[in-house]
C-alpha cells in the first residue's frame, strides 16, 4: 500500500515511475479499457492560429456516464438524484489494480483511468464522495500543482498537464470530484505556454489593463490564464503557494461567474473547465456541454480532440473547431481586453 502524508513527501517521490509501473501491469492483466489512439492528426487552426491534434480513440464510448444531471436540464440535484448517483460511484472503491496512491494527504487517492485517453492517464479523487460540483480546496490546488512539479521536472521529458470538468455543461461524465492528469503528445506545444512567455507572475485586478488575465486573442472561445508564482528549487514557501493558488482559482471562478451573468444563462448550476501546467492556471467558462453531438470537455480547448470514429471526425471537421468551442463556451468579444468586470461580486 502507498501512502503520501504531506505535499513535501508528494513533491519527493518518484511519481512517474510509479504511475508507469501500475500501468504496464494492468495493461498487460487487461484491467484497462484501452486502446491507442490513431490516425493522429496536427494542423493549425485557420481561425484562431491555434495548433490541434486529432485522433480517433476507439474507446471512448465505453466510458460510464453516472451524471447528477444531463447537459441542458434545469431540475434541482435533489438528495435523491446523489444517492442514486453514489450507487454507481466508481471512485467510492477504486480497484486495487488501477490504485497508484492509496492514501494521498490522508483524504484523497490517485487512481488511473480506467479508459485512458493516452497511457498514463490518471485521477486524483477524494477519498469520500464530494459533488465534483463543488469548488476545488486550496490544498486540492496544491496537490495538483505538486503533481505537475514532480512529474514535469523529473527530467524524463514528459509533459503532463491537469483539468478539472465542473458542472453539468462542462462536459463531464462523473460526479464524484476528481481531477485528472493527461500528458501531453510530443511535440505538442500548449499555446498557453506562449502567452505566458516573458510574463512575470501578478495578482491579477479588473481595473489595471496590465493586471488582467492574459488570452489568445484569436480563439474565438472566452478563456483567462493566469501565470503562477514560481519558485527556486527548495525554496518553496508552501503557505504562500497554497494562498497565492487559492486567490488566483478565485479570481478566475468570480470572472466566469460574472461571464454567466452578462450572457444571462440562467442555469442553477455554473459550468467550466480549468486547466493547469506548472506555470499557469486557465478557466473556460461553459454554457453548453456539446454542439449537436460532439461533446467537449477540457480537452478540446487544449487543443486535443479525441473521436470516437471517422464519422464524428468528418463532422468536427465540417463545422470547424473554432465554431464548436464558441458555442460550447462563450463568444470572444471584440473589445475583450477591454472588459471590466465587478471586481468583488457576480
Ligand atoms: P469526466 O468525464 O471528466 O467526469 O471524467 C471521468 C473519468 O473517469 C473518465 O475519463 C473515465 O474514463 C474515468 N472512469 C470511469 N470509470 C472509471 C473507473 N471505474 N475507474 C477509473 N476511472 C474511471
Same mark, same amino acid.
Given at each position: 500500500m502507498v501512502e503520501v502524508k504531506s505535499i513535501e513527501e508528494l513533491s519527493q517521490i518518484k511519481l512517474f515511475d510509479l504511475i508507469r509501473e501500475v500501468f504496464d501491469k494492468a495493461y498487460a492483466n487487461g484491467d484497462l479499457v484501452y486502446k491507442e489512439p490513431t490516425n493522429i492528426e496536427h494542423f493549425k487552426d485557420p481561425e484562431s492560429q491555434l495548433q490541434y491534434e486529432i485522433s480517433i480513440l476507439e474507446?471512448?464510448?465505453?466510458r460510464p456516464n453516472n451524471r447528477a444531471r444531463e447537459p441542458g436540464e434545469e431540475e434541482d440535484v435533489t438528495k435523491e438524484v446523489i444517492e442514486k448517483v453514489q450507487t454507481k460511484?466508481?471512485?467510492?472503491?477504486?480497484e486495487p489494480e488501477l490504485t497508484v496512491i492509496d492514501s494521498l494527504l490522508d483524504d484523497y487517492r490517485l487512481i488511473l483511468?480506467?479508459?485512458?485517453?493516452?497511457?498514463y492517464h490518471f485521477l486524483l479523487v477524494t477519498k469520500d464522495f464530494e459533488k465534483q460540483d463543488s469548488l476545488l480546496k486550496p490544498i486540492e490546488l496544491q496537490i495538483i500543482r505538486t503533481i505537475l512539479e514532480n512529474l514535469n521536472g523529473s527530467g524524463d521529458g514528459v509533459k503532463y498537464f491537469s483539468f478539472f470538468n465542473s458542472g453539468s455543461?462542462?462536459? $463531464?461524465?462523473?460526479?464524484h470530484k476528481h481531477v485528472q492528469f493527461l500528458k501531453l503528445p510530443e511535440h505538442f506545444m500548449p499555446f498557453q505556454d506562449n502567452i505566458i512567455s516573458g510574463v512575470n507572475y501578478f495578482l491579477p485586478k479588473e481595473i489595471v489593463q496590465e493586471r488582467r488575465p492574459l488570452f489568445?486573442?484569436?480563439?474565438r472561445f472566452k478563456h483567462y490564464i493566469l501565470k503562477l508564482k514560481e519558485y527556486n528549487e527548495g525554496e518553496v514557501d508552501r503557505e504562500e503557494e497554497l494562498d497565492s493558488l487559492a486567490m488566483l482559482y478565485m479570481y478566475l471562478i468570480k470572472r466566469s461567474l460574472n461571464i454567466n451573468k452578462e450572457f444571462e444563462i440562467d442555469k442553477r448550476d455554473f459550468s467550466y473547465n480549468l486547466m493547469m501546467m506548472n506555470d499557469w492556471m486557465m478557466i473556460v467558462p461553459r454554457r453548453?456541454?456539446? $454542439?449537436e453531438d460532439i461533446w467537449q470537455n477540457s480537452l478540446g480547448f487544449m487543443g486535443l480532440f479525441f473521436l470516437k470514429d471517422e464519422d464524428l471526425k468528418g463532422k468536427v471537421q465540417q463545422v470547424g473547431i473554432s465554431k464548436i468551442l464558441e458555442e460550447c463556451g462563450f463568444p470572444m468579444e471584440e473589445d475583450e481586453h477591454q472588459i471590466v468586470y465587478n471586481e468583488y461580486g457576480y
Open positions: 474507446g471512448l464510448d465505453k460511484d466508481p471512485f467510492a472503491t477504486p483511468n480506467k479508459y485512458p485517453n493516452t497511457k455543461e462542462s462536459g $463531464y461524465s462523473q460526479f489568445a486573442k484569436k480563439a453548453s456541454a456539446k $454542439y
